[in-house]
C-alpha cells in the first residue's frame, strides 16, 4: 500500500474525469430545479429534489470505487440524504458533506443565461447549484478515485449529502441522530459547501456566522386611507418601521447597535483577517458588482474582512403591504411587513439573539402600533477548533500541490448549520471547510458560476488530504 500520491498521475485522472463525466452531470444538474423545501413546500409532489438526487446515485454507482455502497435514505416526512461508505484501507473515519438543494431563481440574469439554463463560458459554469454546492459529492468521490488509483491508503470515508442545506438544514438532526450508528466517530470532516478568497489558493474556513431572520410587521391601520385626508395625522407605517430598525442598526454606517448582537473577536482570527486582507487587498469589496461610483462604507481591507465574519450585519430581504408602482396610489397604507436578516458573529448564540432582537423590536411600540416580529430562523455560527499539527501541513502541502500557493485561512460571513451540528456532535474532530464561492461567483443571486479550474484543483487537494490523514496514522 503506497503512502506518497503521484501528483502528475492525480492531476491526469482528476481532469479526465471533471471534462468527460462530472461536467456533463453538473450540466444536467442545473437544468433541474431543485428549490429547497423553504421555497418549494411542494417539493415531494413536484419531485425536482428526487430528479437531483437520483441523477447523483446513478452517477456515484457508475464510478469504480472499490468496496463502495451507496444507498438514498429516506425519513418519513423528510427531504432524503445520499450515503456513500467507502471502506478504508487506513485507520479512522472521514466524513465528507455536501447538499443538492437550491435557491430559487432569482432576476438579473444575463440574457443569455439563467437558473435552469447551464451555460460554460470559458472556465465558468453558469447555474444555480453548480457551486452551491452540487459539484461536492462529485469531487469527493473522485479524489477517492484518485487515491485507489495508485492504491495509496486512505481512512474510511462516509460522504453524506443532504437536499435541505439552504432551508437551514432543519431535516438533517433527524438524519444524524438515525444514521449514527453507520456515521461513526469522524476524526475529520470535509464541508466543499463554502468560499474562496480567490482563485489562486486553497482557502480554510475557519468560522461561519449564525442568523436571526424574522419578519417586522408594523400596523397602523384597519384599512388603507387617503394620504391627503391623513397624511400629517396618521403616522406613515413605514417610518414607524424604520424608527424601530434604528434601535438595532445605524442607518449612518450600518453598525448594530445592542451589544446582545456582538462578540469579542479572537486573536488568531485578526491575524488571519490581517494576513488575508494582505493577499487580497482591494479586492474584498471590488468583487462585489458596485453600480458606478459606489463602494463599502470603509475601504480598509482587514476591517472589512472582519465585518463580513466577525461582526453582526443586517439586510432587508423582502417586504409586503407595498404595491408595485404600477398601482402605488395616493394611500396610507395600513402596515409595512419587511423580512429581516440579521447576521451573527460565529459565538453568539442564534436562539439568544433572535429572542432578544424579537424584545428589541416589540418593546414599547410607537404610536400604539400593533407591532409584532415573528421568528423565522434561529441558527447559532460555527467556531473552527484549533488545527492539529498534521492537518495544518496537509493543508498547506496540498495548496503547494495543486495550487502552487500556499494556503489561506479566513472566516466565512453564511451559515452552515451542519458545522454546529457536527461540532457539538463531534467535539474531537477536525474540520476542513473550503469550497469555490470566490470573487463574483454569486452564489443566491444571477450569473452564479463554478469556477471550474479551482474546483478541479480542490478535488485533488482533498485526495492529498485523505492520504495525509492516512500517514498520520
Given at each position: 500500500?503506497?503512502?506518497?500520491?503521484?501528483?502528475?498521475?492525480?492531476?491526469?485522472?482528476?481532469?479526465?474525469?471533471?471534462?468527460?463525466?462530472?461536467?456533463?452531470?453538473?450540466?444536467?444538474?442545473?437544468?433541474?430545479?431543485?428549490?429547497?423545501?423553504?421555497?418549494?413546500?411542494?417539493?415531494?409532489?413536484?419531485?425536482?429534489?428526487?430528479?437531483?438526487?437520483?441523477?447523483?446515485?446513478?452517477?456515484?454507482?457508475?464510478?469504480?470505487?472499490?468496496?463502495?455502497?451507496?444507498?438514498?435514505?429516506?425519513?418519513?416526512?423528510?427531504?432524503?440524504?445520499?450515503?456513500?461508505?467507502?471502506?478504508?484501507?487506513?485507520?479512522?473515519?472521514?466524513?465528507?458533506?455536501?447538499?443538492?438543494?437550491?435557491?430559487?431563481?432569482?432576476?438579473?440574469?444575463?440574457?443569455?443565461?439563467?437558473?435552469?439554463?447551464?451555460?460554460?463560458?470559458?472556465?465558468?459554469?453558469?447555474?444555480?447549484?453548480?457551486?452551491?454546492?452540487?459539484?461536492?459529492?462529485?469531487?469527493?468521490?473522485?479524489?477517492?478515485?484518485?487515491?485507489?488509483?495508485?492504491?495509496?491508503?486512505?481512512?474510511?470515508?462516509?460522504?453524506?449529502?443532504?437536499?435541505?442545506?439552504?432551508?437551514?438544514?432543519?431535516?438533517?438532526?433527524?438524519?444524524?441522530?438515525?444514521?449514527?450508528?453507520?456515521?461513526?466517530?469522524?476524526?475529520?470532516?470535509?464541508?466543499?459547501?463554502?468560499?474562496?478568497?480567490?482563485?489562486?489558493?486553497?482557502?480554510?474556513?475557519?468560522?461561519?456566522?449564525?442568523?436571526?431572520?424574522?419578519?417586522?410587521?408594523?400596523?397602523?391601520?384597519?384599512?388603507?386611507?387617503?394620504?391627503?385626508?391623513?397624511?400629517?395625522?396618521?403616522?406613515?407605517?413605514?417610518?414607524?418601521?424604520?424608527?424601530?430598525?434604528?434601535?438595532?442598526?445605524?442607518?449612518?454606517?450600518?453598525?448594530?447597535?445592542?451589544?446582545?448582537?456582538?462578540?469579542?473577536?479572537?486573536?488568531?482570527?485578526?491575524?488571519?483577517?490581517?494576513?488575508?486582507?494582505?493577499?487580497?487587498?482591494?479586492?474584498?469589496?471590488?468583487?462585489?458588482?458596485?453600480?458606478?461610483?459606489?463602494?463599502?462604507?470603509?475601504?480598509?481591507?482587514?476591517?472589512?474582512?472582519?465585518?463580513?465574519?466577525?461582526?453582526?450585519?443586517?439586510?432587508?430581504?423582502?417586504?409586503?403591504?407595498?404595491?408595485?408602482?404600477?398601482?402605488?396610489?395616493?394611500?396610507?397604507?395600513?402596515?409595512?411587513?419587511?423580512?429581516?436578516?440579521l447576521r451573527l458573529p460565529p459565538t453568539v448564540d442564534g436562539e439568544a439573539?433572535?429572542?432578544?432582537?424579537?424584545?428589541?423590536?416589540?418593546?414599547?411600540?410607537?404610536?400604539?402600533?400593533?407591532?409584532?416580529?415573528?421568528?423565522?430562523?434561529?441558527?447559532?455560527?460555527?467556531?473552527?477548533?484549533?488545527?492539529?499539527?498534521?492537518?495544518?501541513?496537509?493543508?498547506?502541502?496540498?495548496?503547494?500541490?495543486?495550487?502552487?500557493?500556499?494556503?489561506?485561512?479566513?472566516?466565512?460571513?453564511?451559515?452552515?448549520?451542519?458545522?454546529?451540528?457536527?461540532?457539538?456532535?463531534?467535539?474531537?474532530?477536525?474540520?476542513?471547510?473550503?469550497?469555490?464561492?470566490?470573487?463574483?461567483?454569486?452564489?443566491?443571486?444571477?450569473?452564479?458560476?463554478?469556477?471550474?479550474?479551482?474546483?478541479?484543483?480542490?478535488?485533488?487537494?482533498?485526495?492529498?488530504?485523505?492520504?495525509?490523514?492516512?500517514?498520520?496514522?
Amino acid at each position: 500500500m503506497a503512502s506518497m500520491l503521484d501528483q502528475a498521475r492525480a492531476q491526469a485522472l482528476v481532469d479526465e474525469t471533471w471534462e468527460a463525466s462530472i461536467l456533463p452531470a453538473l450540466t444536467e444538474y442545473i437544468r433541474i430545479p431543485a428549490k429547497s423545501p423553504h421555497f418549494d413546500g411542494k417539493w415531494a409532489a413536484s419531485g425536482h429534489i428526487d430528479a437531483a438526487v437520483a441523477l447523483a446515485e446513478r452517477w456515484c454507482r457508475e464510478q469504480p470505487v472499490e468496496g463502495m455502497s451507496v444507498e438514498v435514505v429516506r425519513l418519513e416526512g423528510r427531504t432524503p440524504v445520499l450515503l456513500l461508505d467507502i471502506p478504508g484501507t487506513a485507520e479512522g473515519t472521514v466524513l465528507l458533506y455536501g447538499h443538492l438543494d437550491k435557491q430559487p431563481e432569482m432576476t438579473g440574469w444575463d440574457a443569455d443565461k439563467g437558473p435552469w439554463q447551464p451555460v460554460m463560458e470559458g472556465d465558468r459554469l453558469y447555474g444555480r447549484g453548480g457551486a452551491d454546492d452540487g459539484y461536492a459529492v462529485f469531487a469527493s468521490l473522485t479524489a477517492v478515485r484518485a487515491l485507489q488509483d495508485q492504491d495509496v491508503a486512505h481512512p474510511r470515508c462516509v460522504v453524506l449529502i443532504e437536499t435541505c442545506e439552504e432551508s437551514g438544514s432543519f431535516d438533517l438532526p433527524h438524519y444524524i441522530d438515525a444514521l449514527a450508528g453507520r456515521i461513526g466517530e469522524p476524526g475529520l470532516v470535509i464541508c466543499l459547501d463554502s468560499g474562496c478568497g480567490n482563485y489562486d489558493q486553497l482557502w480554510l474556513t475557519t468560522s461561519l456566522r449564525g442568523m436571526a431572520m424574522g419578519d417586522l410587521s408594523v400596523e397602523i391601520l384597519e384599512e388603507g386611507v387617503h394620504s391627503g385626508d391623513a397624511g400629517g395625522v396618521v403616522p406613515d407605517s413605514f417610518r414607524l418601521a424604520r424608527g424601530l430598525l434604528e434601535r438595532l442598526e445605524s442607518a449612518a454606517d450600518g453598525e448594530i447597535l445592542p451589544e446582545a448582537f456582538r462578540a469579542e473577536i479572537p486573536a488568531e482570527r485578526l491575524e488571519q483577517a490581517e494576513a488575508a486582507a494582505s493577499v487580497l487587498g482591494e479586492g474584498v469589496y471590488r468583487k462585489f458588482p458596485f453600480v458606478g461610483g459606489a463602494g463599502p462604507d470603509r475601504d480598509d481591507p482587514m476591517e472589512l474582512i472582519l465585518d463580513r465574519t466577525w461582526r453582526p450585519a443586517l439586510a432587508v430581504t423582502g417586504a409586503d403591504g407595498l404595491p408595485p408602482l404600477a398601482s402605488a396610489g395616493n394611500v396610507l397604507r395600513p402596515r409595512t411587513v419587511l423580512r429581516l436578516s440579521l447576521r451573527l458573529p460565529p459565538t453568539v448564540d442564534g436562539e439568544a439573539a433572535t429572542r432578544a432582537l424579537k424584545d428589541l423590536l416589540e418593546r414599547d411600540p410607537p404610536n400604539g402600533a400593533r407591532v409584532h416580529f415573528d421568528a423565522a430562523w434561529a441558527t447559532t455560527g460555527w467556531h473552527a477548533p484549533p488545527l492539529e499539527s498534521w492537518l495544518s501541513d496537509a493543508v498547506n502541502t496540498a495548496s503547494q500541490a495543486w495550487f502552487g500557493r500556499p494556503a489561506m485561512a479566513m472566516g466565512e460571513g453564511g451559515t452552515i448549520p451542519f458545522m454546529g451540528m457536527l461540532g457539538e456532535r463531534f467535539p474531537q474532530a477536525q474540520f476542513l471547510i473550503t469550497g469555490v464561492l470566490g470573487p463574483q461567483s454569486n452564489a443566491h443571486g444571477p450569473n452564479e458560476f463554478l469556477h471550474v479550474p479551482t474546483a478541479r484543483r480542490l478535488t485533488g487537494a482533498v485526495a492529498s488530504v485523505l492520504a495525509a490523514h492516512a500517514a498520520q496514522g
